[in-house]
T-cell receptor, first 113, second 110 residues
Framework: SAVISQKPSRDICQRGTSLTIQCQVD?????MFWYRQQPGQSLTLIAT?????????ESGFVIDKFPISRPNLTFSTLTVSNMSPEDSSIYLC??????????FGPGTRLLVL | GQSLEQPSEVTAVEGAIVQINCTYQ??????LSWYQQHDGGAPTFLSY????GLEETGRFSSFLSRSDSYGYLLLQELQMKDSASYFC???????????FGKGTTLSVSS
């Protein structure tokens, strides 16, 4: 599996500000995914990021709130915009491996005050 | 739409066997996956069933019945380190990403 790293690993932010999370994969992958995991909850898919096209957002998530970039096949960013305490979550990026499994990055733990 | 149902919590003692059930509703079913997540960690893949039957990987086994839209994860010889959350998952309707159940928290005591 390609190794995934995320930056920052955690952050504490003030409401109304924005945070950009970076996801780096050590080999080229076609699709990258961004998930949100609210405290004590399951993983919810935010969007699918493909290189060279706009991200595909799931119901309940919009580009203005969660803009995504995918400049190449090894990198993606997710921005959490105009944050509120409800955005406090773990944000995870992932990709498919060859074995029909998804491999997840370590996550970014965000606390919004 | 798609939905997956699994118990929210299961408790067991070391050495025991535990079964975590998952029922799903989805169109375009590709298979059922299971992931483990320790507190503070990332989800990690455990197993994948595309066809009916039992898949065994060490102490963990996973079962699928497509006709019943049902599967389970069986954990044998439980150890304290198995205390974690377990998620069943199916591929979304677009066929591109995973949709996860709400998760089952397993607590193993000595």
């Amino acid at each position: 599996s390609a190794v995934i790293s995320q930056k920052p690993s955690r952050d504490i932010c003030q409401r109304g500000t924005s945070l950009t999370i970076q996801c780096q994969v050590d080999s080229q992958v076609t699709m990258m995914f961004w998930y949100r995991q609210q405290p004590g909850q399951s993983l919810t898919l935010i969007a699918t990021a493909n290189q060279g096209s706009e991200a595909t957002y799931e119901s309940g998530f919009v580009i203005d709130k969660f803009p995504i970039s995918r400049p190449n096949l090894t990198f993606s960013t997710l921005t959490v915009s105009n944050m509120s305490p409800e955005d406090s979550s773990i944000y995870l990026c992932s990709h498919w491996t060859a074995q029909e499994t998804q491999y997840f990055g370590p996550g970014t733990r965000l606390l919004v005050l | 739409g798609q939905s997956l149902e699994q118990p929210s919590e299961v408790t067991a003692v070391e050495g025991a066997i535990v079964q975590i059930n998952c029922t799903y509703q989805t169109s375009g079913f590709y298979g059922l996956s299971w992931y483990q997540q320790h507190d503070g960690g990332a989800p990690t893949f455990l197993s994948y069933n595309a066809l009916d039957g039992l898949e065994e990987t060490g102490r963990f086994s996973s079962f699928l019945s497509r006709s019943d839209s049902y599967g389970y994860l069986l954990l044998q010889e439980l150890q304290m380190k198995d205390s974690a959350s377990y998620f069943c998952a199916v591929v979304n309707q677009a066929g591109t990403a995973l949709i996860f159940g709400k998760g089952t928290t397993l607590s193993v005591s000595s």
